[in-house]
């Protein structure tokens, strides 16, 4: 008698299930053919950021053969289908960027310093910025004849100590040297991270006089040094400073106070030599030697006008580059500029999504660790959210040309330039908040004004006034110039001081930051109904950041500095003498914008000469800190009970063993293996460290160097 099936087999029906995924993704990507390639630099990108997350050499590894399995799992798809081909390629690329990062940080090697050492020794100065609103000089400097120190050193030294002193010069100097330091905070700027690759094994100040060579000091400094210091002649104060960072990139004499007013009010990015500075450059220079050129018939006939223009645009554009320091900022936006000048030759759309693919793809390909910098990431974030508007259909036709009244157009393009603010404020908030725990949420609005001012008429009024300096008729450029920029830090500080001008959060996860990174790209890049799905990714990431419970206490790396929340939102610190760097490092952390208050001041806070001990949180959650201030040694047996009889035992000097708290004992050993920390005292309390057990990144466990060969030069070594 014959059989036949009574059910459909489970296997055959999820296999059809995954046939029909892979089909309809096949379907969506043939659509998005054009746009698949955006994803190169994504993926690159992601195979660097991986690198950077995962702590050993064993994971790095194992990522990269799950890698490879999945791109063997890609050519089972097949590699005829756009599908397969792209799962193939993207975790290739992947891989390539986890071997690019990994490679760069074996390149870069070079010893660090053990410990804080205090030595003398004689140097060659690679390096000099002025900072003249602090009053003080920073000098790269390569030690000689000193194979116990690092071969890069970074120290600062005051206006009059280093006056004088050039790059090039041998020098001798007493300093107090340190490791570069690493974030003192969870979710802090880590500063070793970024002296590896900058190969700087050491930082510190510079003690007693500089020696010198006879008849040092009398060359020429280099032209962005003189240019720098005549800017400075012709306008004083901050707006110099401003004036100076125009041109050659050197923020040192702009005012700490006119900094901030410009980072509350989204204006930040008008001082860092990057895209709006390079393209207004190039920009100008074509418009002019396009007219000028324009003037031989003989060049307008046989076509050599946009050609020559853009070569003279290139060269201006790449001088500009040299002058201003060629910083990862500025040598992005001058290698974009360059795109887009081929992009005008080949009679090809300059403005696309291609374009800025292409030159993340090429930054990361030259300096893969500048994915990590907020530079890098605001930028491009910006840059491709502005291009993706501007693609997009409905705005194309919101500012499209059309006849009409002249008071219509002139409301069409400030309309455009707002909402085109808008647009980037959105996708740069996220950035902000992961890195500064902070975002300005004017800086739309101030932008309206802020960047065509700049563009329009500081950068040009600062060119004529350079040019007219050569026969000694600067001086009326020079005064609007000086009046624009007095304008804008005026409009900072206003917009600043405006009510809810900045929004402060506290910790941003990293796996939330990178949940919303995806789903803003997905987003951006696609053009299809599909793009849609990125605003879940993008969302969950946002609503993580809004959840995210406030710390209950802080404590820096070096134990010596306690923040502990106040029911009314704020903080206090154990000592109220600390400086303006710790106490903006503890805001960022806490997310707020307001004083810290002195814990011993406060009515539930009972100190003496050597502890602070007090009660954190309400109710069940309720926890009994002690924390140590004072100096003097105390007996573990006196220490004792009252270590026992609190939850948290915070101290920056080693505890004796009797000591130990309830819940967690915080020490100088313990926060030799976890930096600094951020408590959260709810239900179930857990502690989030800064260094992560185990990390194998080449600046967690570099070489070292001791320092403390006291072969103490004199001024005769300098010569």
């Known amino acids: 008698m014959a059989t036949r099936q009574l059910q459909t087999p489970i296997a055959a029906r999820w296999g059809r299930r995954w046939r029909a995924l892979g089909d309809g993704i096949e379907a969506r990507l043939e659509e998005e053919r054009e746009r698949i390639a955006l994803w190169l630099p994504v993926a690159l990108g992601a195979g660097i950021a991986l690198w950077l997350a995962l702590p050993t050499a064993m994971h790095w590894i194992g990522a990269l053969l799950a890698l ?57 100065v690679e390096r000099v910025d002025a900072q003249p609103a602090r ?91 003189r240019l720098t210091r005549h800017i400075h002649g012709q306008i004083e104060g901050s707006a110099g400073g401003i004036a100076a960072a125009l041109v ?19 204006l930040a990015h008008l001082l860092s030599i990057s895209g709006l500075h390079v393209t207004a450059v190039v920009g100008f220079t074509m418009l002019i030697a396009m007219r000028l050129l324009a003037l031989s018939r003989r060049l307008a006939l046989r076509g050599w006008v946009l050609p020559l223009a853009a070569a003279a645009a290139a060269l201006v554009g790449g001088g500009y580059t040299l002058l201003a320091g060629a910083e990862v900022p500025t040598l992005r936006s001058f290698i974009a500029s360059l795109l887009v000048l081929i992009a005008f030759l080949m009679g090809r759309e300059a403005l696309t999504l291609r ?27 910006a840059v491709t959210a502005i291009v993706a508007l501007h693609e997009s259909r409905w705005m194309r036709s919101f500012v ?17 330039l707002i909402l085109t603010g808008l647009v980037v404020e959105a996708a740069l908030a996220p950035i902000a908040l992961f890195h500064f725990h902070k975002a300005g949420l004017y800086g739309a609005l101030a932008n309206v004004i802020a960047i065509p001012l700049t563009t329009f008429v500081i950068m ?42 900045v929004a402060t959060l506290p910790v941003f996860p990293p796996w939330g930051f990178a949940i919303a990174v995806f789903g803003g790209l997905w987003f951006l890049l696609w053009q299809t109904r599909w793009r849609r799905a990125g605003l879940v990714p993008l969302a969950i990431g ?21 923040a502990a929340a106040l029911p009314d939102g704020g903080y206090a610190l154990l000592r109220d003498r600390a400086g303006e760097y710790v106490r903006d490092t503890m805001s960022e952390a806490a997310g707020i914008d307001t004083p810290l208050a002195a814990l011993a001041e406060l009515e539930h806070v009972e100190c003496n000469r050597d502890f602070c001990r007090w009660s954190q949180g309400e109710g069940v959650d309720r926890r009994i800190i002690l924390a140590s201030r004072g100096r003097d040694r105390i007996e573990g047996s006196d220490m004792a009970a009252a270590c026992a009889a609190a939850d948290v035992v915070i101290s920056d000097r080693w505890l004796p063993r009797e000591c130990v708290g309830r819940w967690l004992t915080i020490d100088r050993d313990s926060l030799l293996e976890t930096g600094g920390l951020a408590l959260y005292l709810g239900e179930q309390p857990e502690a989030v460290t800064t260094l992560r057990a185990g990390d194998a990144h080449p600046w967690r466990r570099p070489p070292q160097l001791s320092g403390n060969d006291e072969a103490v030069p004199t001024g005769a070594l300098a010569r």
């Open 400 to 416: 499209a040309r059309r006849e009409e009244p002249w008071v219509f157009r002139l409301g069409r393009g400030i309309g455009g």
């Open 542 to 562: 946002m609503v993580t950041l809004l959840v995210q419970p406030r710390p209950d206490i802080l404590v820096t790396g070096d134990g010596k500095h306690i």
């Open 248 to 266: 050659t990139g050197d923020r040192g004499a702009i005012s700490e106070v006119d900094d901030e007013a410009m980072r509350r009010s989204g």
């Open 68 to 124: 490879s399995a999945a791109a063997l799992a890609g050519l089972l798809v097949g590699w005829q289908r756009r599908f397969g081909r792209s799962i193939v390629i993207g975790c290739g690329v992947v891989a390539t960027g986890m071997l690019l990062i990994w490679g760069r940080a074996l390149w870069v090697e070079a010893p660090v310093l053990a410990a804080p050492v205090t030595t003398s020794f004689s140097a060659e």
């Open 460 to 501: 040009p009024a600062e060119a004529f006034a350079l040019l007219f300096d050569s026969i000694g008729l600067g001086a009326p450029f020079w005064w609007v110039a000086e009046a624009a920029i007095n304008a804008l830090i005026g409009l900072a500080h206003w917009v600043a001081a405006a009510p809810g001008a």
């Open 355 to 381: 374009l800025v693919a292409a030159g993340a793809l090429l930054v990361m390909l030259w300096r893969p660790e500048a994915l990590a910098g907020p530079s890098f990431q605001l930028s491009f974030a």
């Open 135 to 225: 009053g003080q000089v920073r000098l790269i400097v390569r030690p000689h004849a000193r194979a116990d120190l690092p071969p890069r050193l970074r120290v600062t030294a005051s206006e009059d100590q280093a006056a004088g002193v050039l790059p090039g010069e041998r020098i001798g100097l007493r300093a107090r040297l340190m490791p570069p330091p690493t974030a003192s905070l969870p979710g802090g700027y880590d500063f070793a991270q970024r002296a590896w690759f900058d190969r700087l094994g050491a930082v510190g100040t510079v003690i007693g006089d500089i020696s010198r060579a006879p008849g040092a000091g009398q060359g020429q400094p280099p032209l962005r040094g």
